[in-house]
């Protein structure tokens, strides 16, 4: 059994490499407060007050400029915080750079993750920079971790992760008691009414979900013998779809092939936290009505950050 106290405190990794394409725009850092606060800026806030100890961003090196203004100057003045970024030639054996350079999409999470690994020196958590996951889940991963080598994931109810303002794409989770047994990346997901969900799966088949399943919002937790299975992964995936302009190597598909392969388990923290995040633009106001609502609550200070 573990304790954080006698040992290195988690790493949060953000993954903020993504393009914002239904966004429009660089979602990771568009500020969502009167003083330019991003929605970042109060998921990092809930991470350190959960004791994680570092916070690590993977971002493009095209927003390097922007991000470090807008976000990350701020965050390294208040944490231990560092970024690396996700090149698309980025852990490319030589044989398939080709292929990496005629890409413009980039190769998904796995590959997000492995460009940030010699960072990842103790147990870390995996989170998307676009979305609000709620204080507790934070809680929830550290909390875990300071009993726990296991991996875990924290589980939504899927009701609670759907957008107002279009489709969205979650992994929809099978559970044995506290532990994982399927993650499938499922695609498409809105709500139809109160008690239907409809949503496509990978193979494309048209299927009606309750809203009460179980859904991963990438947040993950791994122990550190999690990021040599990815490597593996990440060359299976690499030797079958490097030709595939679009193919992206997943964090789900990876965790799914754990569970089928048998080389890790998962525990399943649950929480009933709601989500909202910056999938398209007319996310942003809603975001910005909630983040305010917590400020008046107490939950967050007006001003997060010393300068």
């Known amino acids: 059994m573990s304790n954080l106290s006698n040992e290195k405190k988690p790493i949060l990794l953000v993954m903020a490499a993504g393009m914002g394409s239904r966004y429009g725009g660089i979602k990771q850092i568009d500020p969502i407060t009167d003083n330019g606060c991003v929605l970042l800026d109060f998921g990092i806030y ?7 100890g570092k916070i690590v961003f993977v971002i ?15 965050i390294a003045r208040n ?4 970024y690396v970024f996700q090149e698309k030639t980025g852990f490319i054996p030589s044989s398939y750079l080709t292929y990496a350079e005629g890409r413009t999409k980039p190769w998904g999470t796995i590959q997000c993750v492995l460009s940030a690994s010699k960072l990842l020196d103790t147990k870390f958590a ?3 920079s676009d979305d609000f996951y709620g204080r507790s889940a934070y809680e929830l991963i550290t909390g875990h971790f300071s009993k726990s080598n296991e991996n875990a994931l924290v589980g939504y109810y899927l009701k609670n992760t759907l ?5 969205v794409t979650r992994g929809v989770c099978k559970t044995d008691g506290d532990y994982l047994t399927a993650l499938e990346e499922t695609y498409k997901i809105i709500r139809r009414n109160s008690a239907v969900v409809d949503a496509v799966t990978e193979s494309g088949e048209n299927i009606e979900l309750t809203g009460e399943e179980t859904a991963s919002m990438n947040f993950f937790g791994f122990n550190t013998d999690a990021l040599g ?3 593996n992964y990440w060359s299976e995936f690499l030797s079958q ?8 190597c997943l964090l789900p598909n ?3 092939k754990m569970l089928k392969d048998g080389t890790g388990r998962v525990r399943v923290l649950n929480t009933n936290e709601s989500w909202f995040g910056m999938t398209y633009p007319s996310d942003k106001a809603k975001v910005h009505d909630e983040i305010n609502k917590l400020i008046s609550n107490g939950v967050y200070p007006k001003e997060l950050w010393r300068k």
């Open 46 to 52: 809930d991470a350190l007050k959960a004791n994680f």
């Open 60 to 74: 493009r090196r095209d927003i390097e400029k922007d991000f470090r203004e807008r976000l990350f100057d701020r």
């Open 79 to 82: 944490a231990d915080a560092e």
């Open 126 to 128: 995996t989170l998307n």
């Open 163 to 167: 957008s107002d303002n279009g489709t």
């Open 229 to 231: 299975h990815m490597e």
């Open 241 to 248: 779809h490097a030709a595939d302009p679009k193919a992206e």
């Open 254 to 256: 990876f965790v799914g």
